[in-house]
């Protein structure tokens, strides 16, 4: 067995409020390729999570040649129709599974600011927590807590489980954890929310001054 996690890139989002549809060709289209500080968004959260997982794939629908230039294996949704996220937490388990690993590690691509240590808070809260599911979750004065269901460390173990889940109807990510048990590990929001995401045209406007704000 693999010591350190997969990680699986989860990208199949319809990005209907940043004007499209992320299944589509068009580059204009797919949240992850759009220009984010001189690098796509999708090539800032790879370099990312590379170093902190053992291997990495890309789950996205539509033409997967649209992402050849990162060198990825691209996985499509094994449930047919838009299934979201959780569809494509399964399509990196069946891949997890095939690489010999007992664990997969999600992120999102429109979240490129995750910290760099996720995948290790992630497996030592694991380690001190009797369930089998992680989520990452980000503490501020305001808000409170709030978890990031796209984020987590998943087990390969519970993948049929998943895949009969899914195959009920159930679509929320946060729902189906809690059902199979999920506990928290926390970051702290010290000048943004690591797990700012980007949705809107504002959003990514906010995210290039974040990073000429560090450049500084």
Not at 2 to 16: C, D, E, H, T, Y
Not at 93 to 106: F, M
Not at 125 to 151: E, N, W
Not at 158 to 174: F, H, I, Q, T, Y
Request: hydrophobic content about 40%.
């Amino acid at each position: 067995m693999l010591q350190k996690p997969v990680g699986i890139i989860l990208a199949g989002g319809l990005a209907r409020r940043m004007g499209g549809a992320s299944g589509g060709a068009s580059k204009a289209l797919d949240k992850g390729l759009l220009e984010l500080g001189g690098q796509t968004m999708l090539g800032r959260v790879m370099a990312r999570l590379q170093p902190q997982v053992h291997s990495l794939a890309l789950s996205a629908n539509g033409d997967p040649q649209r992402f050849s230039e990162f060198a990825l294996e691209v996985l499509g949704d094994s449930i047919k129709g838009y299934a979201g996220p959780l569809a494509g937490i399964l399509s990196g388990l069946d891949w997890g599974a095939k690489q010999g690993a007992t664990h997969v590690v999600s992120v999102a691509v429109d979240t490129p600011f995750f910290p760099e240590n996720l995948v290790s808070a992630l497996q030592e809260t694991g380690q001190r927590c009797p369930k089998p599911i992680v989520l990452a979750a980000s503490c501020d004065d305001k808000k409170g807590m709030m978890r990031h269901p796209t984020f987590g460390l998943w087990p390969v173990a519970l993948r049929e489980d998943l895949r009969l889940a899914l195959s009920g109807g159930v679509r929320k990510v946060l729902q189906w954890a809690e059902e199979k048990g999920c506990c928290s590990a926390e970051f702290e929001t010290l000048a943004y929310d690591p797990f700012f995401n980007i949705n809107t045209t504002d959003d990514l406007l906010l995210a290039k001054q974040i990073i000429r704000a560090e450049k500084q």
